[in-house]
């Protein structure tokens, strides 16, 4: 009997927490040496909840099967429905379903954006187009933007009425999308 394909990427205990996730610094050197195969990429972006652990098909309601496949563009495997055989790439859903990009080319992109690399050296450092490299800092851009919006944050810490010691209502700061941007 041939062997079962997997329905998980990795091990659900494999999966970080949102604060571990967050909690995380790596260097450039640990980035690569995580993400030295498409594998080791897929597995890395699983951990990290970048890449969805596992798939059902709507349809069947069953488990989808994580199957080999090393046409253009499946990042050498896919999700298949072991009933209807109905397709899907492991991008769906995720940060990447847009891009035909490989996925080591997109984390080399996003590390090298949040380290404050000019655009087109992260470009240069993830072998992408200038073309490339202006839609995914935008799209680095409104990830973070987004992230502000739904996250407000205290800037300063609170506020204090130094009379009386007690903490003041926190004022309310406008974010200019213009000065989001590098
Ligand atoms: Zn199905």
């Known amino acids: 009997m041939p062997p079962t394909a997997p329905v998980r990427v990795t091990d659900p205990v ?30 890395f972006c699983a951990k990290r909840r970048l890449l969805a ?8 309601h069953v488990p989808r099967l994580l199957i080999r496949d090393t046409s253009v563009k499946a990042d050498g495997v896919r999700w298949r429905c ?15 379903s847009n891009s035909c990009l490989e996925l080591n080319q997109l984390l080399t992109f996003i590390y090298f954006w949040c380290e404050d690399l000019l655009q087109r050296d992260c470009a240069r450092q993830s072998n992408m187009s200038e073309r490339s490299a202006v839609e995914w ?5 409104n990830v973070c933007q987004q992230h502000l919006v739904e996250n407000p944050m205290l ?7 130094p009379a009386t010691g007690n903490f003041l209502e926190p004022h309310t700061v406008e974010i200019d999308e213009s000065l989001l941007a590098k």
């Open 155 to 161: 800037v300063g810490g609170p506020r204090v009425d």
């Open 82 to 96: 072991p009933r209807c055989r109905s397709l899907k790439t492991i991008r769906d859903g995720s940060l990447f």
């Open 53 to 60: 652990n596992s798939s059902t098909c709507p349809a069947c």
């Open 14 to 43: 494999n999966l970080m927490t949102p604060g571990q996730i967050c909690a995380e610094r790596l260097t450039h050197r640990q980035l690569v040496q995580l993400t030295l195969t498409t594998e080791d990429t897929i597995i």
């Open 137 to 141: 800092a935008e799209f680095c851009r």
